[in-house]
T-cell receptor, first 112, second 115 residues
Framework: AQSVTQLDSQVPVFEEAPVELRCNYS??????LFWYVQYPNQGLQLLLK??????LVESINGFEAEFNKSQTSFHLRKPSVHISDTAEYFC??????????FGTGTRLQVFP | GAVVSQHPSWVICKSGTSVKIECRSL??????MFWYRQFPKQSLMLMAT?????????EQGVEKDKFLINHASLTLSTLTVTSAHPEDSSFYIC???????????FGQGTRLTVV
């Protein structure tokens, strides 16, 4: 079985500051890793994913995450956040069956 | 990207009645769809895997007689909350994968309030 831990339930930052949202996972098999973003009362949107290949993956809006197998981590980073990045961020793993196991989520709050 | 549509976006029903939520894949076929439940300020919990043409697979602790799932076609899965009670109030979200072992696409969610 897989599990996902997001250590930070809330992360407050000022606009243009860097941010890191932490995600650790546990699994006895190889996994796919995902970051999803959720705006209030909406479904989830894929931010980025790691399936194979390069361990550093990037999104089109400046986020990046690095798969670290030895540390079983997939932390999400952005060098400079915007007000519009305020949302709930979920880390998720899949054991290649398309079922997703989600972390508890991190609320990113960006202040002006 | 692929589009998954859920209907309705929100619904209010009386205790004891049943509510049906639809999940459609608009531009791809999905032999499998997933139903999640999200309580306020909490994560998504997988409820069941909807399989086209066969019975759904429920996660441990989910009552199959209360949450009826039907996947009658390759583009539609429905979740029916039967004899709803206030504790069933939640945000229900479906997802589907256009291709196996790639990312899931989510519906916009359905906010169910049982009064």
């Amino acid at each position: 079985a897989q599990s996902v831990t997001q250590l930070d339930s809330q992360v407050p930052v000022f606009e243009e500051a860097p941010v890191e949202l932490r995600c650790n996972y546990s699994s006895s098999v190889s996994v796919y890793l995902f970051w999803y973003v959720q705006y209030p009362n909406q479904g989830l949107q894929l931010l980025l994913k790691y399936l194979s290949g390069s361990t550093l993956v990037e999104s089109i809006n400046g986020f990046e995450a690095e798969f670290n197998k030895s540390q079983t981590s997939f932390h999400l980073r952005k060098p400079s956040v915007h007000i519009s990045d305020t949302a709930e961020y979920f880390c998720a793993v899949s054991d290649h069956t398309d079922k997703l196991i989600f972390g508890t989520g991190t609320r990113l709050q960006v202040f002006p | 990207g692929a589009v998954v549509s859920q209907h309705p976006s929100w619904v209010i029903c009386k205790s004891g009645t049943s509510v049906k939520i639809e999940c459609r894949s608009l531009d791809f076929q999905a032999t499998t769809m997933f139903w999640y439940r999200q309580f306020p300020k909490q994560s998504l919990m997988l409820m069941a895997t909807s399989n086209e043409g066969s019975k759904a697979t429920y996660e441990q602790g989910v009552e199959k007689d209360k949450f009826l799932i039907n996947h009658a076609s390759l583009t539609l899965s429905t979740l029916t909350v039967t004899s709803a009670h206030p504790e069933d109030s939640s945000f229900y979200i479906c997802s589907a994968n256009p291709q196996v072992n790639t990312e899931a696409f989510f519906g916009q969610g359905t906010r169910l309030t049982v009064v």
